[in-house]
C-alpha cells in the first residue's frame, strides 16, 4: 500500500498553484523535520485523548512519544474537548451523529490516486464536520483550504448517499496559537469547485505539466532552493535593492513589502542548500567550508556541580518560570484563578503586516493629529 500519495491533501496548496512541482520533485529527498515529527506524536497523543473521552477502545501512546511535554498534553486535552463541545451540538440537531477518528478519505474520482487521512469527521443534521488538528506554529485558515476541502470531497464519496449531506463546515484547530478557524462550504459549492478547478489542475500535476508558479507554497516544495521560476521572482525584487529606497515609488515599496518575507526565505534555503552540498564533499568556486563558531559547555553537569560545592560555592541560580513553562506546570485555569492579577501584557513592537491580518490596526501619531484637529 502505499503510504503518502503523490497528490496529497496536505500538499495540495502547492500543486494547485504550481502543478508540475509534483513530478520535478519525485525522487528529491524528503527531509522529516523537527516540527513534522513532533506534529506526528501531537496526532497520535490527539486520537487516544479523543478516543478515550468518547469511551472507544484505545491504548495510551505517551511513553512511546519522542516529543512529549506538558504543553503537547494541554493541547491534545484542548482538542479533544473542541471536538466534544462540537459533538454535544450536533446531537441537539441530530439524536445519532457520526463520529470518525482518523478516518482514511479516497478522492481518487478527482484527483489521480488521491487520498488522505481525515483527523476528526462528524456528521450530523445534514451537515459534514471536518476537524483539522495542527500543531504547528504558522497560523493556518480553514477559508478556501484545499487540503479541508480534498478531506470533505473523499468524506461525501463515503457518506453523501447514506446522509444526504447539504453543507460542510471545516475547521482547522491550532492550540498553540489559540487559533479556531471555522468556514463553511455548501456542497454544491464544493463540487462546483471540484469539477472546474481541481479535476483540470490535479490532471497537469498528475502529468507534470502547467506553468511553474512561484509563490507562498514554494517552502513547502523540496525543489525549492534550486528551483529556476522561484529564483527568477527573488531576483526580480532583489533588483530594487541596487536602488536607493528614497528614490523608489510608493508602488516599489509596496511590491518589496510584500514579498520581502519570500525573498528571505528564498536566500535562506539557497545558503542551506549550498552548506549541505558542501558538506557532501561539492565544492562552490570562490567559497570554503570552514567550521563555525562554538560555545564551551561542560562534559558533565554533575561533575561540575559536585566540585564547585566541594570548593565552597553554589553552582546553581534560582529562576522564576516564565509564563508558558508556568501556564503549562499549573494549567491554564488554575493559572488565571492564581496569577491573572499578576499578569500584563505589554504593547508589542510596531510591524508592518498585510491587510489580511487579523491583529487590529495601531493608530499612529498622525493619526491622533488629525483628531485633535
Not at 500500500?1 to 519525485?26: D, G
Request: proline share 5%; net charge negative; with cysteine.
Amino acid at each position: 500500500m502505499t503510504k503518502h500519495a503523490l497528490l496529497s491533501a496536505s500538499s495540495a496548496y502547492r500543486w494547485l498553484n504550481c502543478p508540475p512541482s509534483v513530478r520535478i520533485s519525485e525522487g528529491a529527498e524528503d527531509k522529516t523535520s523537527v516540527y513534522a515529527a513532533e506534529g506526528t506524536d501531537a496526532h497520535l497523543l490527539c486520537s487516544y485523548k479523543l478516543e478515550k473521552a468518547l469511551g472507544l477502545p484505545t491504548t495510551d501512546p505517551t511513553e512511546n512519544l519522542t516529543y512529549y511535554d506538558n504543553e503537547m498534553e494541554t493541547s491534545a486535552n484542548e482538542y479533544a474537548a473542541y471536538v466534544l463541545e462540537l459533538y454535544a451540538k450536533a446531537k441537539e440537531a441530530s439524536p445519532d451523529p457520526i463520529v470518525m477518528i482518523e478516518q482514511r478519505v479516497d478522492f481518487s474520482r478527482y484527483v489521480p490516486q488521491g487520498f488522505g487521512t481525515a483527523d476528526c469527521i462528524l456528521i450530523a443534521d445534514r451537515t459534514l464536520y471536518i476537524v483539522d488538528f495542527k500543531y504547528g506554529k504558522n497560523e493556518v485558515d480553514a477559508h478556501g483550504n484545499p487540503q479541508m476541502q480534498l478531506y470533505a470531497l473523499g468524506a461525501l464519496e463515503l457518506f453523501d448517499d447514506l446522509y444526504d449531506i447539504d453543507k460542510v463546515q471545516m475547521t482547522i484547530f491550532q492550540p498553540r496559537l489559540g487559533n479556531v478557524s471555522v468556514s463553511e462550504i455548501s456542497k454544491e459549492d464544493l463540487l462546483s469547485w471540484a469539477k472546474n478547478t481541481l479535476v483540470p489542475t490535479a490532471k497537469l500535476a498528475y502529468e507534470g505539466k502547467g506553468e511553474y508558479a512561484a509563490g507562498p507554497w514554494c517552502l513547502f516544495c523540496r525543489m525549492k532552493a534550486t528551483c529556476r521560476k522561484r529564483a527568477e521572482a527573488n531576483m526580480e525584487l532583489a533588483k530594487l535593492d541596487f536602488t536607493d529606497p528614497p528614490l523608489l515609488s510608493d508602488e516599489e515599496i509596496e511590491k518589496v513589502l510584500t514579498q520581502v518575507d519570500q525573498l528571505v526565505s528564498w536566500a535562506n534555503d539557497v545558503k542551506e542548500f549550498a552548506l549541505t552540498q558542501a558538506i557532501s564533499g561539492k565544492h562552490w568556486t570562490g567559497f570554503k567550508l570552514v567550521e563555525g563558531r562554538s560555545n564551551r559547555k561542560y562534559t558533565d553537569d554533575e561533575a561540575v556541580a559536585k566540585t564547585v560545592l566541594e570548593a565552597g560555592y553554589d553552582p546553581y541560580e534560582q529562576k522564576l518560570k516564565g509564563v508558558t513553562a508556568m501556564t503549562s506546570l499549573l494549567g491554564k485555569k488554575r493559572f488565571t484563578e492564581l496569577l491573572g492579577d499578576l499578569i500584563t501584557k505589554p504593547q508589542g513592537k510596531p510591524t508592518l503586516v498585510p491587510e489580511s491580518d487579523k491583529r487590529p490596526e495601531m493608530t499612529t501619531a498622525a493619526d491622533d493629529f488629525k483628531e485633535e484637529k
